[in-house]
């Protein structure tokens, strides 16, 4: 079983729409959770951090549950800049980030 | 300065050759990691560092040695690769205490 498992997707959703992407870990002893975005053959950039009590910035919702070992992230009001494939990462012991294997999403106009 | 610098951005090499990939950032992050990419993979640990000592190696194969001669850079030298080395090899830092890590863009490692 991977660590940090995600669906790959690929997702493909019309512009304007509401997209949740969920990810599942199976270390119990991750302490921090994070949304990375990939664009195509570009570094990851940090999205955001996920806490237990739900965190929003903008458009971008992330949520922890520990007791499922569950995150999701939710993104609203799509825009076709949000194309490129999401990582979640579960951090293990002081600094190993564990990446999921991404969910592709492309953003239709 | 809140980036982290790799060079170079590409690199095509000979099974027999030496090089090395270099990092730096100017962050003051105290630890810095070497990650490889393969094509339509996540990133995939394979080095940290902090203050300037290596704390995790996860069983790299010794053609790729890594180095942390200051605070600020980080290279990883590489001997002997095999064509299936060939990937995107990616650079980050995080200020101890935090988990957010830093990416450089990345050199794009081509092994012939």
């Known amino acids: 079983r991977k660590e940090v498992e995600q669906d790959p997707g690929p997702f493909n959703v019309p512009e304007g729409a509401t997209v949740a992407f969920n990810c599942t870990y199976s270390n119990s002893a991750s302490q921090s959770f994070f949304w990375y975005r990939q664009d195509c053959r570009k570094e990851p950039k940090l999205l955001m951090s996920?806490?237990?009590s739900g965190n929003e910035d903008g458009r971008f919702t992330a949520q922890l549950n520990r007791a499922s070992q569950y995150i999701s992230l939710l993104i609203r009001d799509s825009k076709l800049s949000d194309s490129a494939t999401y990582l979640c990462?579960?951090?293990?012991?002081?600094?190993?980030?564990?990446f999921g294997q991404g969910t592709r999403l492309t953003i239709n106009p | 300065d809140t980036e982290v610098t790799q060079t170079p951005k590409h690199l095509v090499m000979g099974m027999t050759n030496k090089k090395s990939l270099k990092c730096e950032q100017h962050m003051g992050h105290r630890a810095m990691y070497w990650y490889k990419q393969k094509a339509k993979k996540p990133p995939e640990l394979m080095f940290v560092?902090?203050?300037?000592?290596?704390?995790i190696n996860e069983s790299v194969p010794s053609r790729f040695s890594p180095e942390c001669p200051n605070s600020s850079l980080l290279n990883l030298h590489l001997h002997a690769l095999q064509p299936e080395d060939s990937a995107l090899y990616l650079c980050?830092?995080?200020?101890?205490?935090?988990?957010?890590?830093?990416f450089g863009q990345g050199t794009r490692l081509t092994v012939v």
């Open positions: 996920v806490y237990s």
């Open positions: 560092y902090s203050y300037e000592k290596l704390s």
């Open positions: 990462v579960a951090i293990q012991g002081a600094q190993k980030l564990v």
């Open positions: 980050a830092s995080s200020p101890l205490g935090s988990s957010e890590a830093f």
